[in-house]
């Protein structure tokens, strides 16, 4: 249900949305240093332009790589260098796509489709990096 009561119709369309792939629950950082943070972008509106990362929960925002092939409604791979000092680190990202949509936050996605829309959460996911190199996924803001 949306936030005024009213259903929100069966769509086959697919928003942006974008995944950090490493490091993540399963690939968890061993030691301080540099790594390559990689992930996955994809859009239901055309190609992806772009994809920003955060590794400080949305502070600040770097644009990532984005590699061949960019096709339109298929996977897009980005990376990104990253140094880790050993410190908590809350790792984003974000895509937008070639029609200027842009990847929403939770918050944002709640506000638009109200807390009772549970299918197709687009928003932005949040990878906790705590300082043993463990990786978790939160939910913030």
């Not at 897009?76 to 050993?86: A, L, N, Q, V, Y």
């Not at 070639?98 to 929403?104: I, K, N, S």
């Not at 906790?128 to 939910?139: C, M, S």
Request: one cysteine or more; aromatic letters at 10%.
């Amino acid at each position: 249900l949306m936030p005024d009561g009213s259903s929100r119709g069966f769509t086959w369309l697919i928003d942006a949305k974008g995944v950090i792939t490493f490091p993540c629950p399963e690939k968890p950082l061993e030691k301080s240093g540099v790594y390559e943070i990689r992930g996955l972008a994809w859009t239901g509106n055309g190609k992806v332009k772009r994809v920003d990362v955060s590794t400080d929960g949305g502070i600040n925002w770097q644009t990532a790589t984005l590699h061949e092939p960019i096709l339109s409604k298929a996977l897009t791979k980005f990376t990104i260098p990253w140094r880790w000092d050993g410190q908590p680190a809350l790792l984003q990202s974000r895509v937008i796509d070639e029609t200027g949509f842009v990847q929403p936050t939770i918050a944002q996605l709640r506000k638009e489709r109200g807390t009772n829309s549970i299918y197709h959460n687009n928003s932005i996911q949040t990878w906790q990096v705590k300082p043993d190199g463990k990786v978790f996924d939160v939910q913030i803001g």
